[in-house]
């Protein structure tokens, strides 16, 4: 009756292209704190989770580098042998678990946000991971906003959950990515957070309401009854090529009668851009950062640069992100670098993988 | 008493940093017409110039690359021992062909100007030869302005030169490059032409006007008096070494009250900026041009592009200039990039010299 985490690396980050490749996507990339994403997730999630019940899910690609970076053993790395979403990524890591600890509490959580504050993390993880047990909910993480930001989903919170789980609130509806004028409406009228993407579930829990919400997930499992712990194999295969890919939050998250949220303050970002990993690194009018190489000169500042081998030279610039990877450079304004994924599509559509 | 070509190639082109570098500097470079500025010049000087009478005068560090690139013997590349701006180099050419031509005309023209009429070019050349043949006069070229450009010296044109020189004028006065009003009121007002910085004018009337104008530079020669047509020696870095290091405009061209001008209607630029070469070469609000390298996505357009080994992607840009060398990158605002200078003042400050 462990503690478990789970940490998802399956995603490409290709927001942050050309710095988050195929090859060495977005949790490898140190951009803050001086490690990277994935290794700070690790060491937040050795903080809070029973001894050895530290997770990574990912795909073939990244096992071995995944292996030497946080030191996991074989058996605690699952390598989807497809990529088919968080829905199946999480039954499957459910069903794994379940086998060897049924009573398990699963914490979900990405490879790749920022979470300064550990402690208050874990503190919040080990609240939640007492309610998810003992009233076999969901709980997710909402984060109290601080601005009106429209590159992250809403939770509106309902009632409290009740006496014996102070601070827990029952979830009204989750809301997509608003538009700017709803993002100001939800900070003014108060009662929305941001929704983590952070869950804290029983394995069983999760299990019964992808039965009861997301079925075609739930059969996809069923090649995998005979021998649920099996990292690999034929039963394995089947089981993916048979699921649907979903993301959890359509398939499970909003569909659930059985989801609370635990209303948190630290700050938290899911450092899914340029833009908003410049906001992390405290980019501002007349303040630049630099990544990685030698930037020579810069007279307006408000830009972020990450270079390579060669020294980079600003003038007259602000609010641009200039990323040189060494095999390709993107010159982008900070507001507009979202839409790097539109690039990244256009080369994978014009054959060209090397550069994606 | 053939008409000669003299063109300066001693400039550094700082404004065309990162491009333009010590070891190449700005006429070496091929930024427009698929051939650098240097070559198109050498070609324009051969149409109007005498057999065997086309001389270039430049610096040590370029003297093999010009001759390679032009083809031009030894003995008409004029290698000034040290920088002395281009007071004393057009005091030592004119010195130098005065020895074996002492009615010869000089045409006097920078090396990395854009003029792609090349016929009308020669023609004017040839019709300010007759005057400053006939009036011992200093013709100056001055092309009619197109729009209110603040990066160039200005003519204000006096009253007709005489009937015997139909076109020619004389000048009033020559302007620094004004502000925005006034280059304005100058284009409304007419009457002002762009100083383009060529002169026509007999070598022996340079002497004289030296003489009168700047004596401290005509001094400078007398330690060749003895042997005028040595291209090198001790009494050539004497010279040098005495010469005080003035602009000819300054030295004589404001000062003698022998100065006319002959307006000109032809396209002419002297690709000074990069915002100056991007007007060349046609970028305009989403139109944007590629000098060297791939650029994989501009999805504003209006920007200049010239890149080097790793392919270029643009997202929510416009009006920049992005310069890759290989070895140094450049971000600039096109309005802005007159400042580079600044960026090489810097950059030679600290000793980074492999950078300039």
Known sequence: MALHAVILAGGAGERFWPASRNKRPKPFLEVVDGQSLL???????????????????????????????????????????????TAMAMAWVAQHIAAQDPEGILTVLPSDHRIPDARAFAAAIRKAARAARSARCIVTLGVKPTRPDTGYGYIQVGPPAGRSHPGLRQVKRFVEKPDAAKARSYLRRGGFLWNAGIFVLGARTLLHELEACAPEVHRALAPMARNPRARSGAALLKAYRKAPSLPIDTAVMERSKNVWTLPVAFHWSDVGTWLSLAEELGVAPGESRVLHGELLSDDRGGNLVWGADRPIALLGVEGLAVIDTGDVLLVTNLDRSPDVRGIVADLKKKGRRELT
């Open 39 to 85: 290794e700070s997730t690790h060491r937040r999630a050795k903080r809070f989770a029973s001894p050895g019940c530290v997770w990574v899910v990912c795909g073939r690609n990244h096992a071995a580098a995944i292996r030497r970076e946080t030191g996991l053993p074989a058996n605690r790395v699952l390598v989807e042998p497809l990529r088919r979403n």
